[in-house]
């Protein structure tokens, strides 16, 4: 009988519950496809869900501490010593708030070190205004960058930073669908929110900057059409209040975080999409939001900011309008717009319809396989 040939064992880390990150999950995906024995590591919280059905190992971290400079540290160390004891053969870094312990555990054990960043870490809203807590970020990322040769990030903007930066040879690798996600209509499903006037949706996370707070004060204009946000995060408690607060609980509706999977079947009862983060840091300036590709891949239209990546999407695929402030005006002014222009909303659907052809998973795991295929 024929020696079974061992498969390339590798470790792909996350500081989040593995939850609702879809992006690890589609790259953890076609590494398994590929042949990798692939393990996704990240961090168990009190009201972390259940990991079902995933076509890989997972592994989560119960921490003493769950947030600040503890947790930063405490899920490294912890990190650290689980790649010491389990031998991989290529470790995946996500993001600079892992890649410290798998940088130096990839010293050690002499892995492989691939790192993926979703996004400029160091600008991000919530460092921002730290100055000391954003230089330490900025030291690690000093150290560690300019010493790897194996980097992709998630647009073409945060790419050239780093390369210029660091010279590093950062490839992109957008965080779009897989064509399979949006491809069957679940009939039966019905979301936990009302869809007896246009929806109006925001999903992703809840936090500074995203132009949550400025949707919700837009409602008090807009008297037919409701407001749902999918997602949590920092804002998420604020955010419900100030709803409560000024009397819109009829009109804006929480659901919290919910699946991947379950994400997508929410997404389809939209008639419009919000992506209207908000240009407070480099990171925000340069994203392209994973939302913007999940609404196209479900046909729905996107009210977006003016932001270089994303209204480069948006203007190349025509996949909805811009606005060039996030303000609850200039908001509730483009929801009228589009609620009273029922051909250009047909010219958009149609749209979305050809540019999720392009913009797709089955198309951007190409770069995946090229850059992980000369570890098998």
């Given at each position: 009988?024929?020696?079974?040939t061992r498969k390339p064992?590798?470790?792909?880390?996350?500081?989040?519950?593995?939850?609702?990150?879809?992006?690890?999950?589609?790259?953890?995906?076609?590494?398994?496809?590929?042949?990798?024995?692939?393990?996704?590591?990240?961090?168990?919280?009190?009201?972390?869900?259940?990991?079902?059905?995933?076509?890989?190992?997972?592994?989560?971290?119960?921490?003493?501490?769950?947030?600040?400079?503890?947790?930063?540290?405490?899920?490294?160390?912890?990190?650290?010593?689980?790649?010491?004891?389990?031998?991989?053969?290529?470790?995946?870094?996500?993001?600079?708030?892992?890649?410290?312990?798998?940088?130096?555990?990839?010293?050690?054990?002499?892995?492989?070190?691939?790192?993926?960043?979703?996004?400029?870490?160091?600008?991000?809203?919530?460092?921002?205004?730290?100055?000391?807590?954003?230089?330490?970020?900025?030291?690690?990322?000093?150290?560690?960058?300019?010493?790897?040769?194996?980097?992709?990030?998630?647009?073409?903007?945060?790419?050239?930073?780093?390369?210029?930066?660091?010279?590093?040879?950062?490839?992109?690798?957008?965080?779009?669908?897989?064509?399979?996600?949006y491809a069957d209509i679940?009939?039966?499903?019905?979301?936990?929110?009302?869809?007896?006037?246009?929806?109006?949706?925001?999903?992703?996370?809840?936090?500074?900057?995203?132009?949550?707070?400025?949707?919700?004060?837009?409602?008090h204009a807009v008297n037919?059409?409701?407001?749902?946000?999918?997602?949590?995060?920092?804002?998420?408690?604020?955010?419900?209040?100030?709803?409560?607060?000024?009397?819109?609980?009829?009109?804006?509706?929480?659901?919290?975080?919910?699946?991947?999977?379950?994400?997508?079947?929410?997404?389809?009862?939209?008639?419009?999409?919000?992506?209207?983060?908000?240009?407070?840091?480099?990171?925000?300036?340069?994203?392209?939001?994973?939302?913007?590709?999940?609404?196209?891949?479900?046909?729905?239209?996107?009210?977006?900011?003016?932001?270089?990546?994303?209204?480069?999407?948006?203007?190349?695929?025509?996949?909805?309008?811009?606005?060039?402030?996030?303000?609850?005006?200039?908001?509730?002014?483009?929801?009228?717009?589009?609620?009273?222009?029922?051909?250009?909303?047909?010219?958009?659907?149609?749209?979305?319809?050809?540019?999720?052809?392009?913009?797709?998973?089955?198309?951007?795991?190409?770069?995946?396989?090229?850059?992980?295929?000369?570890?098998?």
């Amino acid at each position: 009988m024929a020696q079974q040939t061992r498969k390339p064992k590798l470790l792909m880390s996350v500081t989040n519950d593995l939850v609702s990150d879809n992006r690890v999950h589609k790259i953890a995906s076609t590494l398994t496809q590929m042949g990798f024995d692939v393990t996704l590591a990240g961090r168990k919280l009190k009201n972390s869900g259940a990991i079902i059905g995933r076509p890989y190992q997972t592994r989560r971290f119960s921490l003493w501490f769950n947030k600040g400079p503890m947790f930063y540290a405490a899920y490294n160390i912890r990190l650290y010593f689980y790649i010491l004891f389990n031998k991989f053969d290529v470790i995946n870094a996500n993001d600079l708030d892992s890649l410290w312990a798998c940088y130096a555990a990839s010293k050690i054990t002499k892995a492989n070190l691939v790192y993926d960043s979703h996004e400029y870490y160091t600008e991000v809203p919530e460092l921002v205004d730290r100055p000391k807590v954003k230089r330490i970020w900025e030291r690690i990322e000093a150290r560690i960058l300019p010493k790897l040769n194996k980097c992709y990030t998630v647009c073409k903007s945060i790419a050239d930073i780093y390369n210029e930066k660091y010279g590093c040879d950062f490839q992109v690798v957008r965080n779009v669908p897989m064509k399979a996600v949006y491809a069957d209509i679940d009939k039966d499903y019905r979301p936990p929110f009302p869809t007896d006037l246009p929806v109006f949706l925001y999903q992703g996370a809840v936090n500074k900057g995203r132009g949550i707070e400025e949707a919700i004060l837009a409602m008090h204009a807009v008297n037919n059409a409701r407001l749902v946000i999918i997602g949590s995060g920092d804002l998420y408690d604020e955010c419900k209040q100030l709803a409560n607060d000024e009397k819109l609980t009829d009109k804006v509706f929480f659901t919290g975080r919910v699946p991947f999977q379950q994400l997508a079947k929410m997404t389809r009862f939209a008639a419009v999409g919000l992506s209207i983060e908000k240009d407070i840091g480099l990171n925000y300036r340069y994203a392209l939001p994973n939302k913007l590709f999940d609404y196209i891949h479900a046909e729905v239209p996107v009210i977006a900011s003016s932001l270089p990546e994303i209204k480069r999407i948006v203007d190349t695929y025509k996949t909805g309008i811009t606005i060039k402030e996030t303000s609850p005006t200039a908001i509730s002014e483009a929801i009228f717009y589009l609620l009273n222009n029922d051909i250009l909303i047909e010219e958009i659907k149609s749209n979305c319809k050809e540019a999720k052809k392009a913009l797709c998973w089955e198309n951007e795991e190409k770069i995946i396989k090229k850059l992980y295929s000369k570890f098998l």
